[in-house]
């Protein structure tokens, strides 16, 4: 009785955990279906009926279809562009090996160390100096916004990436090259295609990030209508008032989402970071 009862411990612990952990989701969604008056009397009741028109107000205010848009650029565009340019980045940094070669992948990997907010001001100098010299609108655009992206991801992603090509047989690609495969060639018909869990895990990592990314766009994005999704919510929250039911409403929105892309992709996320992080 006593070992039954030790192993169900465990189970009603990590049980508890997890409401405890989903408790915010449940006060998030509930109240998205509620008046003000109603929400103020239990936050934690269900809502007494089902009624869209919270959803339908918040998606108006936040003028939610151009949002998504914006998102939907921003986070495609800039995760399509660290996966190629990471995975390149690390191959070569695996293959050419030497101290140049270790030298930046010890400079990509303390980018990782180096806390966002003791740079960003320091960035918006640099993206406005640019701007002068250049022409080029680096601040309040989707592409300058871009570029910093594909800066702060590179970091991450090449670690993971290096990680898993050292396990790839150098062999594989030697086969190619006498078959008369070029460099360029060896790369997307070799090595690319078995960087899949890999790939998949910078794409999960890279997605749950930018998505649900709020102060690097806070800081750069002015426009209305360059403004993301979370960017765009956050307008619920004034400085003297808050509409509580359409801000919950406006939140589901913005992480529903990513939500169901996680779901569909949890299986890849432990198999290639466990994968990304073998050293060869």
Request: glycine share 4%; proline share 4%.
């Given at each position: 009785m006593?070992?039954?009862?030790?192993k169900?411990i465990?189970?009603?612990?990590m049980?508890?955990?997890?409401?405890?952990?989903?408790?915010?989701?449940?006060?998030?969604?509930t109240n998205?279906f509620?008046?003000?008056s109603?929400?103020?009397?239990?936050?934690?009741?269900?809502p007494s009926?089902?009624?869209?028109?919270?959803?339908?107000?918040a998606?108006?205010?936040?003028n939610?279809?151009?949002?998504?848009?914006?998102s939907?650029?921003l986070?495609?565009i800039s995760?399509?562009?660290i996966?190629?340019?990471?995975?390149?980045?690390?191959?070569?940094?695996?293959r050419?090996?030497?101290?140049v070669?270790?030298?930046?992948?010890?400079?990509?990997?303390?980018?990782?160390l180096?806390?966002?907010?003791?740079?960003?001001?320091?960035?918006?100098?640099?993206?406005?100096?640019?701007?002068?010299?250049?022409?080029l609108?680096?601040t309040?655009?989707?592409?300058?916004?871009i570029?910093?992206?594909i800066?702060f991801?590179?970091g991450m992603?090449?670690?993971?990436?290096?990680?898993?090509?050292?396990?790839i047989p150098i062999?594989l690609?030697?086969?190619a090259t006498?078959d008369?495969c070029n460099?360029?060639?060896?790369?997307?018909?070799?090595?690319?295609?078995?960087l899949?869990s890999?790939?998949?895990t910078?794409?999960?990592?890279?997605?749950?990030w930018?998505?649900?990314?709020?102060?690097?766009?806070?800081?750069?994005?002015?426009?209305?209508?360059?403004?993301?999704i979370?960017?765009?919510?956050s307008?619920?929250f004034g400085?003297?008032?808050?509409?509580?039911?359409?801000?919950m409403?406006?939140?589901v929105?913005?992480?529903?989402p990513?939500?169901v892309?996680?779901?569909?992709?949890?299986?890849y996320?432990v198999?290639?970071?466990?994968?990304?992080?073998?050293k060869?």
């Amino acid at each position: 009785m006593n070992s039954k009862f030790k192993k169900i411990i465990p189970n009603i612990l990590m049980m508890a955990f997890c409401l405890v952990y989903l408790l915010p989701i449940y006060m998030i969604f509930t109240n998205s279906f509620k008046s003000r008056s109603e929400m103020y009397e239990n936050m934690m009741a269900l809502p007494s009926r089902l009624t869209l028109e919270y959803y339908q107000s918040a998606l108006s205010k936040m003028n939610f279809w151009v949002s998504l848009r914006n998102s939907l650029l921003l986070t495609v565009i800039s995760i399509g562009l660290i996966v190629i340019l990471s995975s390149m980045t690390a191959w070569m940094i695996a293959r050419y090996k030497g101290k140049v070669s270790r030298f930046f992948l010890s400079l990509l990997i303390a980018t990782m160390l180096i806390p966002f907010q003791t740079i960003m001001m320091p960035l918006m100098q640099e993206m406005t100096w640019i701007e002068k010299r250049t022409g080029l609108t680096m601040t309040d655009s989707i592409p300058g916004l871009i570029f910093m992206y594909i800066g702060f991801g590179a970091g991450m992603a090449v670690f993971l990436f290096h990680g898993f090509i050292s396990t790839i047989p150098i062999s594989l690609e030697e086969a190619a090259t006498i078959d008369g495969c070029n460099t360029w060639q060896v790369f997307w018909k070799i090595v690319f295609p078995n960087l899949k869990s890999t790939t998949i895990t910078v794409i999960i990592l890279d997605v749950i990030w930018i998505w649900n990314d709020y102060l690097l766009p806070s800081l750069t994005l002015k426009a209305k209508e360059n403004r993301t999704i979370p960017i765009s919510a956050s307008k619920f929250f004034g400085q003297y008032t808050i509409s509580w039911n359409e801000a919950m409403a406006a939140l589901v929105v913005t992480i529903l989402p990513v939500i169901v892309f996680y779901l569909f992709c949890q299986k890849y996320i432990v198999k290639g970071v466990a994968a990304g992080a073998v050293k060869g």
